[in-house]
């Protein structure tokens, strides 16, 4: 692989966009949290918008208000 096709990867492919984002270390381990550590496989969109909102205003208590301003859904959607 080249620089440019790194780059190119870096700016489309979704797993390194995650990794780019600001909002990495909330997914991975909200996705670890809820999918992996617990062994599930299915989860409704209610539960997991739940479960999402959960960890926000947990977050939010830890590291201030501004943390993550948007709701658990916004960020589902996103």
């Known amino acids: 692989m080249n620089h440019a096709t790194l780059v190119t990867l870096r700016d489309r492919h979704p797993a390194w ?7 990495a270390p909330l997914v991975a381990n909200f996705l670890h949290r809820v999918f992996v550590a617990p062994n ?3 989860i409704s969109e209610a539960d997991l918008a739940e479960a999402l909102e959960d960890e926000l205003f947990a ?3 830890q590291l201030g208000s501004e943390t ?3 709701g658990a ?5 996103d």
């Open 17 to 23: 966009r995650l990794l780019a984002s600001p909002h």
């Open 40 to 42: 599930e496989r299915v």
């Open 59 to 61: 977050l939010r208590e």
């Open 68 to 70: 993550y301003p948007k």
């Open 73 to 77: 859904s916004e960020y589902l959607n």
